[in-house]
């Protein structure tokens, strides 16, 4: 069941970074809001695990802003969120500890159930494979013994304690399998230890703190664009593997191929008609449209950042022929 975090969602500023280390919050924002954000976190004995990484999920300053826009979250420094670590009850610390062993017990639980359920599983095919091994051979035995009866008639009593010997020679062998695939006692497991990725218990939730929001990031002059086309709809992800800003998908990345390549760009700014040609090439080059966009006034022409937004125009070139 999916569950929806407390609104505004806390981002931690790390280092002049800013992450999510809440896999309620990640999914929430990814469902609601078209924020994707990158996943940048791995194990110190395994960095190369570079397509399965996890949290935290670092935002671009971009998309941090515009949450904060919007009221959905709000930016918390983290260095003085964990001061109340050091404040900490000794009853709270203990009471903590307890929660995490106690969800280390039912996650060695779910662990223990999914491996008898396996085994199981693998015991009830070799009894089934080993059942038609048995009767592929007392078949084969039935027709020895018949044949052996036919060709030796001359002594029929020797013949006959052939076969009983082997009838109850495949008796004991059936009998033999049936010990052998016998279900034994799994032997106790440790429990599994719980590795949280928030602070929050035993820490008070940020959004109920005061005094720990920092201001709005700050966003390169290209924040207008993405404003716009977030406000449209747009998925955007960093773009420096296709040599532009951003990468504008019109849906989740998961399901949908990118559509453009975005650029940005203020509206008296000068610009190389070579730019434009290498940039429609590009996104050509890549199945991609070559976006170029961004706010109609200049800075000192509107009152606020939100007027900017509402001023922004784009314009999609695709080179024609290839």
């Given at each position: 069941?999916?569950?929806?975090p407390?609104?505004?969602?806390?981002?931690?500023y790390?280092?002049g970074?800013?992450l999510?280390?809440?896999?309620?919050?990640?999914?929430?924002?990814?469902?609601?809001?078209?924020?994707?954000?990158?996943?940048?976190?791995?194990?110190?004995?395994?960095?190369?695990?570079?397509?399965?990484?996890?949290?935290?999920?670092e935002l671009?300053?971009?998309?941090?802003?515009?949450?904060?826009?919007?009221?959905?979250a709000?930016?918390v420094?983290?260095?003085?969120?964990?001061?109340?670590m050091?404040?900490?009850?000794?009853?709270?610390?203990?009471q903590?500890?307890?929660?995490?062993?106690?969800?280390?017990q039912?996650?060695?639980?779910?662990?223990?159930?999914?491996?008898d359920?396996l085994?199981?599983?693998?015991?009830?095919?070799?009894d089934?494979?080993?059942?038609?091994?048995?009767?592929?051979?007392?078949?084969?035995?039935?027709?020895a013994?018949?044949?052996?009866?036919?060709?030796?008639?001359?002594?029929?009593a020797?013949?006959?304690?052939?076969?009983?010997s082997?009838?109850?020679?495949?008796?004991?062998?059936?009998?033999?399998?049936?010990?052998?695939?016998?279900?034994?006692?799994?032997a106790?497991?440790?429990t599994?230890?719980?590795?949280p990725?928030?602070?929050?218990?035993?820490?008070?939730?940020?959004v109920?703190?005061s005094?720990q929001?920092?201001?709005?990031?700050?966003?390169?002059?290209?924040?207008?664009?993405?404003?716009?086309?977030?406000?449209?709809?747009?998925?955007?992800?960093?773009?420096?593997?296709?040599?532009?800003?951003?990468?504008?998908?019109p849906?989740?990345?998961?399901?949908?191929?990118?559509?453009?390549?975005?650029?940005?760009a203020?509206w008296?700014?000068?610009?190389?008609?070579?730019?434009?040609?290498?940039?429609g090439?590009?996104?050509?080059g890549?199945?991609?449209?070559?976006?170029?966009?961004?706010?109609?006034?200049?800075?000192?022409?509107?009152?606020?950042?939100?007027?900017?937004?509402?001023?922004?125009?784009?314009?999609?070139?695709?080179?024609?022929?290839?």
């Amino acid at each position: 069941m999916e569950s929806t975090p407390t609104l505004p969602i806390p981002i931690s500023y790390v280092s002049g970074r800013y992450l999510l280390f809440s896999i309620d919050a990640v999914t929430y924002l990814r469902r609601e809001h078209n924020i994707c954000g990158v996943l940048i976190g791995t194990l110190p004995q395994i960095p190369q695990q570079n397509v399965f990484l996890g949290l935290p999920l670092e935002l671009m300053p971009e998309e941090a802003r515009v949450l904060v826009d919007k009221g959905v979250a709000c930016i918390v420094d983290e260095a003085k969120a964990h001061d109340g670590m050091r404040s900490l009850l000794e009853e709270d610390r203990r009471q903590y500890l307890r929660d995490l062993e106690s969800q280390g017990q039912l996650a060695t639980r779910i662990l223990a159930d999914r491996k008898d359920q396996l085994r199981e599983q693998s015991l009830k095919e070799i009894d089934e494979k080993k059942a038609k091994g048995l009767a592929a051979k007392a078949a084969k035995a039935a027709q020895a013994a018949a044949d052996a009866q036919i060709a030796a008639s001359s002594a029929p009593a020797s013949t006959e304690k052939d076969e009983s010997s082997s009838i109850f020679a495949a008796e004991d062998e059936m009998s033999s399998l049936s010990r052998t695939t016998g279900t034994s006692t799994p032997a106790p497991q440790q429990t599994m230890g719980i590795t949280p990725t928030t602070s929050y218990p035993p820490l008070p939730h940020p959004v109920s703190s005061s005094g720990q929001y920092l201001p709005k990031p700050k966003v390169p002059l290209s924040y207008p664009l993405f404003a716009h086309l977030h406000s449209r709809g747009y998925f955007l992800s960093p773009g420096l593997r296709f040599g532009c800003q951003y990468v504008a998908y019109p849906g989740d990345p998961l399901r949908f191929h990118s559509h453009f390549v975005v650029v940005s760009a203020e509206w008296d700014q000068e610009m190389d008609l070579m730019d434009i040609v290498n940039g429609g090439r590009l996104g050509t080059g890549v199945k991609k449209g070559f976006l170029l966009g961004g706010p109609q006034k200049r800075r000192d022409e509107v009152e606020s950042e939100a007027d900017r937004i509402e001023t922004v125009r784009t314009f999609s070139i695709e080179w024609a022929g290839m």
